[in-house]
């Protein structure tokens, strides 16, 4: 489990990333780490971007339903209009943001904020998504977490999308994605793993 860094005279702010697949937790460990900060009388604002809606408007929202109340704004650089009230920081579904959101968290950084971002990794084409890629290289502490593969157990690294849509940017559910481990990923690209044996013997002949 995560803990807070703590270190005497440092002059400046971190960043933190917790990145990983869909349903693999990362919004639930992002609003763990917020929540621990008021504990802690900490000043903490929340950040997402405005396209982001599945949930609730403004509240940052888990797939277990825990949530916690968010900013939403249109790109990266609104983040440092409302920055300078708050001691932590707390950034959602990262991967959604432009490019500038690197330079707005080593900006805040370099002001003695601690930033916290939650984000996809991997688009369901399994490629770097967004800004994430960048902030990772930036970062002073970095938390990968796994979802579970629900075709063979293992752990989930991927975003498989079960729709035809190709855009990168398709807001989604259970109905839309689901995590998977590397191999049952790229074998969703030759066999669908949600048809039932008898109906893919069948498709097959």
Known sequence: MFLEPSFKGQRSGWIEVVCGSMFSGKTEELIRRLKRAKIANMSVGIFKPRIDTRYDEEKVVSHDANFIMSTPVEKSMDIL???DK???IGIDEAQFFDLELTEVCQT???RGKRIIIAGLDMDF???PFGPIPHLLAVAE???KVHA???HCGNLAT???RLSVEEQTVLLGEKDAYE???RTCYQMGNILDLRMPVEEQNSKGN
Do not use: M, Q
């Open 81 to 83: 209009r409302y920055a």
């Open 86 to 88: 708050f001691n932590v």
């Open 108 to 110: 805040l950084a370099l």
């Open 125 to 127: 084409r399994g490629v």
């Open 141 to 143: 502490y970095i938390t």
């Open 148 to 150: 579970i593969c629900p």
């Open 158 to 160: 991927h975003s498989y």
């Open 179 to 181: 995590p998977r481990c």
